[in-house]
C-alpha cells in the first residue's frame, strides 16, 4: 500500500516544529486516498527525536541514523533520503518550506527525477478518473495572486508553509525503526556555524528584531543589532538585506526565507511587502518604526512609530541598559 511521507527535519537548534502541522495536512489527504503516513528523518541526532515525533495519526517512524552527518551536509543526506524513499511506495513527500530543508529536498527530488512545488499555502485532495490528485495552493504573481498546482510525477514532493495547518498531537503509537547509517564521508565541511549573524534560533525564537533597508543609513544597522543582543532576541532582516549581504540568508525573514512565530517582533526600517509579511505567522505582537508614514507595514503592526531609526534606536539602547 502506498505511503504519504512528512520529512522531519532536524536542524542545530532541534525538531522543526513545523513537523506536526505537515502530519496534519498529510492526515486530510489520507481521508481521501486512504493512505497510511511515515515521518522520515535523517541526522547525526535522529534517534533522539523518537519521542518527540510520536504524532497522532501516524503509521511508522524512519530514523536515519547517519553517524557524523549534520543537516548542512546535503550531499550525502540527499543520497540517504533519497534511497529510503526509493524503497518504499511514497505518493506524496511534504516537507517544511524553510531554506535548509529545501536545499535538502531540492538534491532529494533530482535524484528520484521528480516535480517538487515550494512554498505551499494549503493542499486539496480528490479523486481524478479513479486516481488522487493533491493540488497544491500558493502564491504568484508577487504574492497577489494564489494558483493551484498539480505534480503528474510520483512521488510529489510539496514544501509547506508553516501556519495553515494546526499540529497533530503528540498521542501517537507509531512503528518505529532506527537505522544506522554509518562510514558516511561528505564532500561539505561545515565550517564554525557561531559566527552567523542568526545565531539565535529564528524558529524557535520568542524575540525578534527585524531589520530592512531603512536601516542601512548610517549606523542604524549596528544599532538594531546591538538592541536585539540586549534583549536577547533573534536578529533577522528582509530579503534585501540578504541579497545585499547585510544578513545572512538563513536569517532572512518571508515567503522564500524562513517564517517565524515570535511572541513579539520589532521591525525596522522594513517597507512592508506581502512576500515579507507572510514570513510572520501566529498572533504575535508586531512594533514597526519606519519613517514613511505611508509604509505598508503599518496595516500589519500593532503599534505604528513613524520616526527615523536613528532617533528611535539609541533610546531603545539607553533603556535596555536600565533594566
Not at 496534519?24 to 533522539?48: C, F, H, R
Not at 520616526?307 to 539609541?314: E, H, Q, T, V
Request: some cysteine; charged content about 20%; overall charge negative.
Amino acid at each position: 500500500m502506498s505511503e504519504i511521507m512528512v520529512y522531519a527535519q532536524i536542524t542545530r537548534y532541534g525538531l522543526n516544529p513545523e513537523t506536526a502541522e505537515l502530519v496534519m495536512a498529510a492526515k486530510d489527504i489520507a481521508k481521501v486516498s486512504g493512505e497510511s503516513i511515515t515521518i522520515l528523518a535523517a541526522d547525526d541526532q535522529a534517534p533522539a527525536y523518537q519521542d518527540a515525533l510520536q504524532l497522532d495519526g501516524v503509521a511508522d517512524i524512519i530514523l536515519l541514523h547517519t553517524v557524523g552527518i549534520g543537516e548542512m551536509q546535503t550531499d550525502v543526506l540527499g543520497q540517504v533520503v533519497a534511497d529510503a524513499i526509493a524503497s518504499r511506495d511514497v505518493s506524496t513527500l511534504l516537507v517544511p518550506s524553510e531554506h535548509q530543508a529545501r536545499a535538502l529536498i531540492s538534491r532529494v527530488a533530482a535524484k528520484l527525477d521528480t516535480g517538487m512545488t515550494a512554498a505551499c499555502k494549503e493542499l486539496k485532495a480528490e479523486c481524478v478518473d479513479g486516481r488522487v490528485v493533491v493540488h497544491q495552493i500558493k502564491s504568484s504573481f508577487g504574492s497577489q495572486g494564489l494558483v493551484t498546482c498539480d505534480i503528474t510525477t510520483r512521488p510529489a514532493i510539496i514544501t509547506m508553509i508553516p501556519g495553515s495547518y494546526k499540529a497533530a498531537a503528540k498521542t501517537g503509537t507509531p512503528h518505529i525503526q532506527v537505522i544506522e547509517k554509518g562510514n558516511l564521508k561528505s564532500t561539505l565541511e561545515v565550517l564554525d556555524l557561531e559566527e552567523s549573524q542568526s545565531a539565535d534560533n529564528l524558529l524557535g525564537a520568542k524575540r525578534v528584531v527585524c531589520v530592512g533597508k531603512g536601516t542601512m543609513e548610517g549606523d542604524n544597522f549596528q544599532l538594531a543589532k546591538s538592541y536585539a543582543e540586549k534583549i536577547h532576541a533573534a536578529f533577522a532582516g528582509s530579503r534585501p538585506m540578504a541579497d545585499q549581504h547585510w544578513i545572512d540568508f538563513e536569517a532572512q525573514i518571508g515567503e522564500s526565507g524562513t517564517v517565524i512565530r515570535p511572541e513579539a517582533c520589532l521591525i525596522c526600517g522594513v517597507s512592508g511587502a506581502i512576500q515579507f509579511t507572510e514570513g510572520i505567522k501566529g498572533d504575535p505582537l508586531i512594533i514597526a518604526i519606519n519613517k514613511d508614514p505611508k509604509a505598508p507595514i503599518f496595516h500589519f503592526a500593532d503599534y505604528k512609530v513613524v520616526a527615523d531609526l536613528k532617533d528611535i534606536l539609541p533610546e531603545l539602547l539607553t533603556a535596555a541598559d536600565a533594566q
